[in-house]
């Protein structure tokens, strides 16, 4: 598998992220068509501010996303904007939200994911030669 960087004027990246959107209560409220409706709008969110969703799926009450970010954004940013949007087009599609005007829980799970493992990392960084 290769990887692909990020290349921007002043860096190179590969930050990839897992989230993991719980709804409201952990309530069972997606249908197979609400995923799609989500999933479209995290990648019409991803397109419009520069990062790409790789993978998603999701179950009845939560969803997965695997996603790639330039530096610029944090992921607390990211998350906002795809709750936000996404939350708001699910009741505009006519969809049921678990509690009032909120699909979403606050929280969210978030992980870094890709790379070397830190224990090779660890090896890696302890081998460097110092300086004579």
């Excluded at 969803?63 to 990211?78: C, D, M, N, R």
Aim: proline letters at 5%; glycine letters at 6%; aromatic letters at 10%.
């Amino acid at each position: 598998m290769t990887t692909t960087f990020r290349r921007e004027r002043h860096s190179v990246t590969d930050l990839k992220v897992h989230l993991v959107c719980i709804t409201k209560y952990h309530r069972s409220v997606f249908t197979s068509e609400g995923i799609d409706l989500v999933e479209k709008s995290f990648r019409e969110v991803a397109e419009k501010m520069g990062f790409q969703v790789l993978e998603f799926n999701g179950e009845e009450n939560h969803v997965h996303a695997l996603i790639e970010y330039p530096p610029k954004l944090s992921i607390s940013q990211i998350v906002n904007a795809l709750k936000g949007v996404s939350s708001r087009r699910y009741g505009q599609a006519g969809y049921k939200k678990p509690h009032k005007e909120a699909l979403w829980s606050p929280s969210y799970f978030a992980i870094s994911v890709g790379g070397a493992p830190l224990e090779v990392l660890k090896e890696y960084i302890k081998n460097q030669e110092k300086p004579s």
